[in-house]
C-alpha cells in the first residue's frame, strides 16, 4: 500500500478499536469522520561539484587547475603558419610567344620539297616578386610548347637548355617528334643553375619540310606555357617580404544554457614564433581586440604596435607575455587580431638557402583564471521530481515543496522553479518567479538556505501532472572578486509535505 492508504487503514482500525472496547457509547449517529493529516515524502535530490559542471558544459578539456583545486581556461592556438617557404618558392606561370624568320633556300622552285633544320635560341623567365633564384631543384612544373610555319607541319625538334641539370649533371636534352605542332615535358626534380637569376635558357633545332613556297621568307611561331612551377629548395636572393595576417576567431566559455558577462582579471595572453627560415624576421601586432555582443570592443594589448624581431631559431620562443583585464562573454566571445610579419625585414642583399619546408609559425596561449566579478549571470538547470507516492490526490488540500539548499560556492545564486512535463513539454506552473536568494560561502564553510514553494489546491494537478522542476539560477558575486575551485559544490535536497483534508463515511 501506498503511504496515504496506511495512514487511512490505520484510521479505520483506530476506530473500530475504539468502539470494540467502549462499547457502551453509541455511534449509531455518526455519519462521518473529518480526517486531516500530513505526508512528508523525500522526491528528489541534486549534487554537483565545480567539476562537475564543466563536464556537463564540455568544456572540461579546457580547464587546468592547481593541487589545491584553483581553476583556470587555457585556449590553444598552435602552429598558426604566418609564413610558408612554399609561399616564396612557387612561380607565376609562364606564357610567351616568338616569331622567328629565315631566308627561303629554294625561293625559285615552288614544286621543291626539301627537308631543313632551322635554329634559334629563347629566354624564358620565372616571374617573382620576392626572390631570385641561381641554382636550385624544381618541385614541379610543366612546359608546354607549341609551334606553326609557313612551310607545314614541324616534323622534329631538339630542344636544349645548360640551365637544367639532371641528377648525373648532365645538360638537358629533349629529342622527340612533334605531333599536331605540339610537344612538352615536365620540371619535376630537375636541377636550374643559372648566372642570370630566374632566367632559363633553351636552343631550339626544329626540322621542316619545306612543300614548296615562294616566299622569299620562312617563319616559324613558338609558343610556350609553364604551369605550377615551384621549387623544394632555391639557392639565391630574397628581397624584403611581408605578408598580412588576421586571426578571427570565436570561443565559447560555456554551452547556450549559460550567458552572461564575466569582468576577469589576470587574463595572460603569451605568444611564441618560430622562424626555420635562414633570414632573419619580424612580426608587428597592430590590432588586438575581444568583441562582445552589446559591449564596445576591449583592447587585450597595449601599447600597440606591438614589435618583435624573430632570428632564425629552430624552437619556439616567446615573443611576448602579458596579463589583461576585460569583460568576457561566457556564451561566445570574439578575438579578432591582425599583424604582419617580414621576411628580411633589413632587406640584407646575401646569398642565401630557402626550403619549401621553411615556415614562421605562430603559438597563441590564452588563460583566463577562474577569479572574477559576475552579476546575473543566467544559468539553467532541470531536476526529476517523483509524485507518484502521492495517491488520492483528491484529498490533498494543499502541498508545500520544502528545498534545502547546502553550498560552497562564493556566489550568491537568485532562483526562480517552475514545474516541467516532460510528457507534454511544457511548464505546467510557475513555483517561484520572483527569486529566492541561495547564500554564498565566503568563508568555504558551508552555508544551508531553506525555501519553501506553497502549491494551492487550485494549482494542485498541474503540479501533479509534472515529472521535474526547472531551475532558473543567476549568478552575483555582491561585487566581490571571487575565485572558483574544482571541489567547491552545491548539494539541493527536495521533499514534499501534503496535507490533505476529507471525510470518512460510514454506514
Known sequence: MKVSKILFVTFAIALLFA??????????NVHGVVAEGELLLPVSSQSFTVMDLMERFEVADQISWTEDGDMWF?????????ISGMELLKFKDVNFHGHYSFDNPFPSSPFHSVDTVVSFGHTITFESDDVHVLRAQMKSGHLHFKVESNVGN????VLRSSNIKDAMGRDFELDVPVHNNTFGFTL???MLVTDEPNTLDFNFELRLNVQGTTDPELYVDVEATGEDLAFREMYGYVDVYETRNCIDSVFTLFPDNLSGMLEVEGVRISVKERNTFTLGAMLVVDTAMLFNEGEAPVSILDPLPLVANMPPQPQATEVFNQRVNGAVNVAGGRAFSTSTFIVNPEGFSELVT??????????VD???PFSFTVDDIAYLDTTKMDLSNLELPDMIEELTMDLTFISTLPLNLKASFYAYDSESERITDTLLDEGAVIRASLDGRPTTTDVSLVVDERRLENVMHSDRIIMAYWLDSDGNNVKLNVNQKLDMYLKVRAKYYDNVEFN
Open 74 to 82: 587555457s585556449f590553444k592556438y598552435d602552429s598558426i603558419t604566418a
Open 154 to 157: 614541324v616534323q622534329h625538334v
Open 354 to 363: 630557402v626550403v619549401d619546408t621553411s615556415r614562421i609559425d605562430t603559438e
Open 366 to 368: 590564452v588563460e583566463i
Open 188 to 190: 619535376e626534380d630537375v
Open 19 to 28: 468502539s470494540c472496547k467502549k462499547d457502551h457509547y453509541d455511534v449509531s
